[in-house]
Nanobody, 114 residues
Framework: QAQLVESGGGLVQPGGSLRLSCAAS????????MNWYRQAPGNERELVATISSAGGTTTYAQFVKGRFTISRDNAKNTVYLQMNSLEPEDTAVYYCNAPTIRMWGQGTQVTVSS
């Protein structure tokens, strides 16, 4: 069964870092551009970052630019989101998404708090 599984979330202090992973199973990830989204309580889901299928092109939402980095390892069938200088406003459930095939992971909780 094809699926995306996120991991790497947790509780971190402001200014800290986390690396999220999104592992694909049941299909080959290297054909697809990938997104990371997030959704905070009471808010709509918002796009955080995008990476092209080969990884050569990345785009970021303004609110994470310079702090987050999206990357991928197609040999491992995995996409990553490195998050640095985390702020309480980054607290949310983070989801990976393969838009071409309309697939979503189950999400991983990131909480930034002292």
């Amino acid at each position: 069964q094809a699926q995306l599984v996120e991991s790497g979330g947790g509780l971190v202090q402001p200014g800290g870092s986390l690396r999220l992973s999104c592992a694909a199973s049941g299909f080959t990830l290297n054909k697809y551009a990938m997104n990371w989204y997030r959704q905070a309580p009471g808010n709509e889901r918002e796009l955080v970052a995008t990476i092209s299928s080969a990884g050569g092109t990345t785009t970021y939402a303004q609110f994470v630019k310079g702090r987050f980095t999206i990357s991928r390892d197609n040999a491992k069938n995995t996409v990553y989101l490195q998050m640095n200088s985390l702020e309480p406003e980054d607290t949310a459930v983070y989801y990976c998404n393969a838009p071409t095939i309309r697939m979503w992971g189950q999400g991983t909780q990131v909480t930034v708090s002292s």
